[in-house]
């Protein structure tokens, strides 16, 4: 299992990339009267910034689901392999996504005091955070640069063992990080997708 997780994503990441790559090259082939190749590509950019964001979402929800009624043993040979929701998206998603776009892309998991600093979010990101923990369901930027897109994170219950009450409290599997305090149901974070047009 140890091993399954990842290649399950990465596979997963692949196989979604490249089908809205396909897309995008056969809707400017055949494109629409009035409507231009550039259109049709950056239709395809805000495709695939909304499905990473969903398919790091569900990574996370699958392997959250594993915590929820485990026991304590098995929720820490789950730890002791690093079978975490966090763990698993982030190494899936920050080495998969960049490779298989060519690094026009990525996507994060964005939050005010992130414990892995690959998810530390640009300028942009963190606004969008901002956004989100206002109760927006989704946010949205297209800068010069990029397509964003971003969606909230919700506490799970799975999630209050290592982030949970108390504050400051020492989490029991990873003990050189805090406890942050979240409640269930509390937004947490967000997912941002970032996706900058080809060349």
């Given amino acids: 299992m140890k091993c399954t997780v990842p290649i399950v994503g990465f596979a997963l990441l ?6 809205v790559s396909g897309c995008a090259a056969a809707k400017s082939d055949g494109a629409a009267p009035g409507k231009t190749a550039s259109y049709h590509a950056a239709q395809a950019d805000v ?8 398919l790091e979402l569900r990574t996370r929800g699958v392997i959250g689901s594993h915590y929820g009624g485990a026991d304590f043993a098995h929720r820490a040979w789950l730890a002791e392999n690093l079978l975490l929701p966090a763990a698993v998206a982030d190494k899936v998603f920050h080495q998969v996504v960049p490779e298989v776009t060519g690094g026009r892309a990525w996507v994060k998991m964005v939050v005010d005091e992130p414990r892995n600093p690959h998810n530390a979010g640009d300028a942009t990101a963190i606004a969008m955070l901002a956004d989100i923990k206002t109760g ?7 800068t010069r640069e990029a397509y964003y897109y971003a969606e909230p994170i919700k506490a799970k219950k799975a999630c209050l063992l290592c982030h949970g009450q108390p504050t400051g409290e020492s989490d029991p599997y990873f003990p050189q990080y805090k406890k942050n305090g979240w409640e269930e149901g509390q937004v947490v974070g967000a997912v941002v997708a970032r996706v900058a047009p080809a060349a």
């Fill in 14 to 19: 692949a196989l979604a990339t490249g089908l």
């Fill in 136 to 142: 927006q369901p989704e946010a949205i930027r297209r």
């Fill in 47 to 54: 495709e695939l910034a909304r499905l990473l964001v969903k």
